[in-house]
């Protein structure tokens, strides 16, 4: 030691004295969390074993990480797996989607659902482009939409600005609509060029009276946008029917109070359905009341339960007059996501898909109102063979929200609803935010679109029909819990009208 420079030996000295002073902290640490923690009973686990059951709690919260990294087989993890996730991520790149080796994917698993190719494909000069059906013929202005798959409903406040200004510049590159979900019209759903699906909540955000009633004038001025093309009314959706939504006070900045009508700095709760609805003649005379203000097409979204509502429905349709018809309906999965919902509601209320969309196709088949009222559903269709099959069991048009989060580069950490997304997509956090460029993601968005038409397009080719909205129940099958498939159409036999 007295060979060492003076200023080393002071060096060593200090850090002899941090490592002491460290130790010291470490211990008084240990010994006061162990007081804390055999002296509480509110957790059994810390007080039986104080300190280290602290890291039961730690490892929890890490799990929902660690999983999808480590842990999670490609096809095992819930809401959506690694293949999911991996596929949206490497459309909206517009790198290589193609797989190696075989598919992962266990195809004797019950509800798997398996097209059936045709020895005659379809080759290249006989694929014809989807031509665009008509929504609401009985208003001014219909709407001719060019796009089978948009972009469902996704607040903004729900969602941040960045995010909001990405989808919308996304969606106009690919001639796909853009859903505003329940939380009004902003200027960053405008300044994309894209076309417009303006919700009306339960609680009429941007369109409310202080008392949360209809404001007829303020309908009249967003629907009075040339972007506005259509109204949906949404009744309820698929992970929380019967319920409505909340956005945290963090999220209630001065211009989303503004857009939304509401107190700012103030947790906001949506009624869980329209007061003026209470009825199925309520439901049709609140459509005809917006849809004579918009002059545009109105339709309803709602997560399927019963179904006698809609067999009223139609009846009374018929005794009003054809015209007097939803324009489309919506149906949301039960699987449905969203920021926040009680997990009762998300795991055991509703119809999925699978069930609720051959179901409303039927029915309305039965009552010749199929033709009048287009089908549009979404949950989960992030991929193309779900989008695929919702058009073989009826569907018009399909609609997904998570897919596009994914595109816009959603890690599925589950934190939708504390206002700390890691990616700026659903926090109104400046410094998050700043990740997120809409210039660039507004570019994966657009990729993600288009990618996921032209492979349900390859599906449809490969079925034998030249364009994706000819696919029918004849053209998949579903696996059975012996391993066998059997098709759609035998699950689902066509309904004859009965008018």
Same mark, same amino acid.
């Given at each position: ?11 060593? $000295?200090? &850090?002899?004295?941090?490592? !002491? ?7 008084? #640490? ?11 009973? !509110? ?60 598919? #992962? ?9 398996? &097209? ?13 482009? @989807? ?21 469902? =409903? ?8 960045? !995010? ?10 690919? /001639? ?15 300044? =994309? ?8 909540? +339960? ?8 008392? =949360? ?9 967003? +629907? ?74 109105? /339709? ?43 997990? @009762? ?6 119809? +999925? ?81 700043? =990740? ?45 819990? $012996? ?11 066509? +309904?004859?009208?009965?008018?």
């Amino acid at each position: 030691m007295d060979m060492l420079p003076p200023v080393i030996i002071t060096i060593l $000295n200090l &850090f002899a004295a941090l490592f !002491a002073l460290a130790l010291v902290l470490a211990i008084g #640490t240990l010994v006061t969390l162990y007081i804390i923690d055999r002296r509480q009973h !509110a957790d059994a686990i810390r007080h039986n074993f104080p300190v280290v059951g602290r890291f039961r709690r730690l490892f929890m919260t890490l799990g929902e990480f660690f999983r999808q990294y480590f842990f999670a087989m490609d096809r095992e993890e819930m809401p959506f797996n690694r293949a999911d996730r991996n596929w949206v991520d490497h459309a909206a790149e517009g790198s290589d989607n193609t797989l190696a080796f075989g598919s #992962t994917k266990i195809l004797t698993e019950p509800g798997t659902a398996i &097209f059936v190719n045709t020895p005659f494909a379809k080759m290249e000069k006989e694929y014809a482009t @989807p031509e665009p059906l008509r929504i609401g013929p009985y208003v001014p202005q219909p709407y001719d939409p060019p796009s089978f798959f948009n972009i469902s =409903g996704m607040s903004y406040g729900a969602l941040s600005r960045p !995010a909001v200004q990405a989808l919308s510049k996304g969606a106009h590159l690919a /001639g796909c609509w853009m859903n505003t979900g329940e939380g009004g019209l902003s200027p960053y759903h405008l300044e =994309g060029g894209a076309d417009i699906v303006f919700q009306i909540g +339960t609680a009429k955000y941007g369109v409310r009276t202080p008392d =949360g009633d209809l404001d007829e004038e303020k309908l009249r001025k967003i +629907t009075g946008y040339d972007a506005v093309k259509m109204v949906e009314v949404k009744l309820s959706q698929g992970a929380k029917p019967g319920k409505g939504g909340m956005l945290p006070a963090e999220k209630v900045t001065a211009e989303i109070a503004e857009i939304r009508g509401i107190p700012e700095n103030t947790p906001s709760y949506s009624p869980n359905r329209h007061k003026e609805i209470g009825s199925v003649p309520e439901l049709l005379e609140f459509i005809a009341r917006v849809r004579n203000i918009a002059g545009k097409p109105v /339709g309803i979204k709602a997560v399927i339960g019963t179904s006698d509502w809609l067999h009223d429905m139609c009846e009374e349709i018929h005794r009003r007059g054809i015209e007097s018809a939803p324009d489309f309906i919506t149906i949301d999965s039960a699987d449905g996501g969203t920021g926040a919902a009680p997990m @009762p509601l998300m795991d055991n209320v509703g119809l +999925t898909l699978r069930e609720s969309l051959p179901m409303v196709d039927d029915i309305l088949k039965a009552h010749g109102l199929r033709e009048r009222i287009r089908l549009i559903v979404s949950g989960k269709l992030v991929v193309p063979s779900k989008v695929a099959l919702a058009l073989c069991a009826g569907a018009d048009f399909t609609v997904s929200a998570r897919g596009y989060m994914f595109a816009l580069g959603c890690i599925q950490a589950l934190k939708c609803n504390r206002n700390t997304c890691p990616t700026g997509i659903t926090t109104h956090d400046p410094a998050l935010q700043a =990740g997120l460029d809409p210039a660039d993601k507004s570019v994966r968005v657009a990729r993600y679109c288009e990618t996921v038409r032209r492979e349900v397009e390859m599906i449809a080719h490969s079925c034998g029909v030249d364009d994706a909205r000819k696919l029918s129940r004849e053209h998949v099958r579903v696996v059975q819990a $012996n391993g066998l498939s059997v098709p759609l159409s035998a699950l689902f036999p066509p +309904t004859k009208v009965q008018v």
